[in-house]
Structures are given as structure tokens and as C-alpha cells.
């Protein structure tokens, strides 16, 4: 069964930087859109991005853009999720999943398209 596996959180202060990477063990996911999400306490799990299979596309939400970058090494079979200037409002649990029908990325990742949820992980971004 696909089930991901998230690292790489933890404390960051404002305008810090972490790197957060995830795998799927036993899976390729070669043919895969690969989306992040993360969920705050009290809110609803949200899209952050996504990479098509070729890692050639990409899409983020309005309030990342421009400071998260996604990739992915197919040779690791990882994604990863650079986030920069990081901001106390970006403070959750992030996880990733793979888009359950399509190999491409059509705007911003909605989580009932997806599958594959792990236990994510934190990041917290306090003073």
C-alpha cells in the first residue's frame, strides 16, 4: 500500500530555511504527480505544490510562491520541498501524496485527488 514518508521538519526562526524531503518505500513513482500539503492546527488540510512525473512542472500556492521550491531526484525516488523566508503562518504539518490519476500538475493541489498520506511532519517558525 502507498503510504509516504516525510522528514526534514522542525524549528525554524522567521525568515529561515528548511528542507523537507519525502519517499513512498517500494514505489517509483515514476508516473506520478507528486503534490505537498500541510494542515494547521484547527484548519483544513491545503495544497502547497506539486511536480508532473518529469519533475518539468510545477505549481504553488499564491502565499508560497516565490519562496518554496519543489523537486524531486527520480534516482532517490524523493521530493523535496525547499521553503525559504520562511514565515509564522507557515508553521504546520506538511505532508506529500502522490495524485491519484494524472501524471501532471493542474493548479493548486486539492487533497481528495491524492493518496498515499503518511504521518507528515512538523514545521514550526517562531521568534
Known amino acids: 500500500q502507498l503510504q509516504f514518508v516525510e522528514s526534514g521538519g522542525g524549528w525554524a526562526q522567521p525568515g529561515g530555511s528548511l528542507r523537507l524531503s519525502c519517499t513512498a518505500p517500494?514505489?517509483?513513482?515514476?508516473?506520478?504527480?507528486i503534490g505537498w500539503f500541510r494542515q494547521a492546527p484547527g484548519k483544513e488540510r491545503e495544497g502547497v505544490s506539486c511536480?508532473?512525473?518529469?519533475?518539468?512542472?510545477?505549481t504553488y500556492a499564491d502565499d508560497v510562491k516565490g519562496r518554496f521550491i519543489i523537486s524531486r531526484d527520480k534516482v532517490k525516488k524523493t521530493v523535496y520541498l525547499e521553503m525559504n523566508n520562511l514565515k509564522p503562518e507557515d508553521s504546520a504539518v506538511y505532508y506529500c501524496?502522490?495524485?491519484?490519476?494524472?501524471?501532471?500538475?493542474?493548479?493548486?493541489?486539492?487533497?481528495?485527488?491524492?493518496?498515499?498520506w503518511g504521518q507528515g511532519t512538523q514545521v514550526t517558525v517562531s521568534s
Open positions: 517500494g514505489f517509483s513513482l515514476d508516473q506520478n504527480a
Open positions: 511536480i508532473g512525473s518529469s519533475g518539468g512542472t510545477t
Open positions: 501524496a502522490a495524485e491519484k490519476s494524472r501524471f501532471y500538475c493542474y493548479g493548486r493541489p486539492s487533497a481528495t485527488d491524492y493518496n498515499g
